[in-house]
């Protein structure tokens, strides 16, 4: 167990739909990453927080969007759903949001999103 | 081409035996090497990372990069059943204070008894 908690664990929706993905770091660590994993694509980064604020964006579509809350706890929204959007969808949390070598990135267990 | 390229395997080896898995990658721009291990239904983990050229060791894992032909490998030594999971290499480089990697997109390692 990473520490990283992730609810739901599973999500099946309709194509058009909007839905919220919740994340909560480990104790104590400061940064919040989210990842999509498809078969086709692999593990994708989407966006980086640390402390509040957005830190960095990676391959994130306009209908995405996420925030992190002043308890450090992370929501992911995504809209307008498309049946390309099925994926997994991971957090993960590391204490500063710095180097590899020093400030490892703790994985939480997914959101499986399934859009029929 | 994607920056990241990996092996989807399935890659089956009985116990015990050797295993070497492979990333090939294009942007010289990449300044440190990752190895993670994905079970079934789980989030990735890290296994062993490295920033420079030439040879890790920690424990039955080697992680090996060779920067000159963009080329790193990760050994299994021994390889247990408990090891049969996907092996995600990552790489990457420091783009505005964040560190935030690359992955490929995973092997497959089966270890039968």
């Known amino acids: 167990d990473s520490g990283v908690t992730q609810t739901p664990k599973h999500l099946i929706t309709a194509t058009g739909q909007r839905v919220t993905l919740r994340c909560s770091p480990r104790?104590?660590?400061?940064?919040v990453y989210w990842y999509q994993q498809s078969l086709d694509q692999g593990l994708q980064f989407l966006i980086q927080y640390y402390n509040g604020e957005e830190r960095a964006k990676g391959n994130i579509l306009e209908r995405f969007s996420a925030q992190q809350f002043p308890d450090l706890h992370s929501e992911l929204n995504l809209s307008s759903l498309e049946l390309g959007d099925s994926a997994l969808y991971f957090c993960a949390s590391s204490a500063r949001g710095g180097h590899i070598s020093t400030d490892t990135q703790y994985f939480g267990p997914g959101t499986r999103l399934t859009v029929l | 081409q994607k920056e990241v390229e990996q092996d989807p395997g399935p890659l089956s080896v009985p116990e015990g035996a050797i295993v070497s898995l492979n990333c090939t990658y294009s942007?010289?721009?990449?300044?440190?090497f990752m190895w993670y291990r994905q079970y079934s239904r789980k989030g990735p983990e890290l296994l062993m990372y490295?920033?420079?050229?030439g040879n890790k060791e920690d424990g039955r894992f080697t992680a090996q990069v060779d920067k000159s032909s963009k080329y790193i490998s990760l050994f299994i030594r021994d390889s247990q059943p408990s090891d049969s999971a996907t092996y995600l290499c990552a790489m990457g480089s420091r783009a505005g204070g964040s560190y935030i990697p690359t992955f490929g997109r995973g092997t497959s390692l089966i270890v039968h008894p």
């Open positions: 942007n010289s721009a990449f300044q440190y």
């Open positions: 104790s104590g660590d400061l940064s």
């Open positions: 490295t920033y420079s050229s």
